[in-house]
């Protein structure tokens, strides 16, 4: 199928319109700590080195290059939204505004992919996994982090997430992007409006 440049145009307007609903990622206690936790946890159990180049996708104010730029790691972050953006730079962080489904990287540019929380937000997450597959280098793993849906939190209300998907349908989505899957489980605590669930699936690419 190719697109017509009539085709293309719609989906630039929707894509602006979506963009400009997004709401900056103030850093929280409660996601800083999952976030180290998790760094930590999958760079001892996949053997991640010293000399690692990173992708956050949708990297809000910078919690996790705060991580990678401790462990020494050189770090690139991506965000449609512009407070999010000015913060970050702000923070000597380099991010750049730049859409997940549509990455303006080489092949094979990252040896790992931080996605926390952000596949919720993309319109055709399968698209968005592909162009995720393209950028990671052979060997190198994708860290994916997502809300479940139908908790307490009712993830799938939230104007802002369009794919607020069963663990399974993500499990399949991530295989045929082309990532063996590794790791798949789930991060359970309460918040104030009850008990909430994160999935986390490691996926590596061949």
Request: one cysteine or more; hydrophobic letters at 40%.
């Amino acid at each position: 199928m190719k697109l017509k440049s009539t085709d293309v145009e719609k989906l630039e307007r929707f894509l602006a319109k979506i963009a400009a609903e997004t709401y900056p990622e103030p850093i929280t206690s409660l996601h800083a700590q999952i976030t180290a936790d998790m760094i930590e946890q999958v760079r001892q159990r996949y053997g991640l080195g010293d000399r690692q180049r990173v992708l956050d996708v949708g990297c809000g104010q910078g919690v996790a290059l705060e991580r990678f730029a401790a462990l020494g790691w050189e770090a690139v972050g991506i965000t449609v939204n512009p407070a999010d953006l000015a913060v970050c730079q702000e923070r000597g962080f380099v991010v750049h505004q730049m859409d997940q489904s549509f990455l303006d990287f080489a092949d094979g540019d990252f040896d790992f992919i931080w996605c926390r929380h952000c596949l919720e937000h993309s319109i055709f997450p399968y698209f968005t996994l592909s162009e995720l597959f393209r950028v990671l280098r052979p060997g190198g793993y994708l860290y994916v982090e997502v809300p479940a849906p139908d908790t307490s939190c009712q993830h799938q209300a939230n104007q802002n997430h369009y794919s607020v998907l069963g663990q399974s349908m993500w499990v399949q989505l991530m295989t045929r992007a082309g990532f063996a899957v590794k790791d798949v489980l789930g991060l359970e605590f309460r918040v104030p409006a009850g008990p909430d669930v994160y999935w986390v699936m490691i996926g590596q690419k061949p």
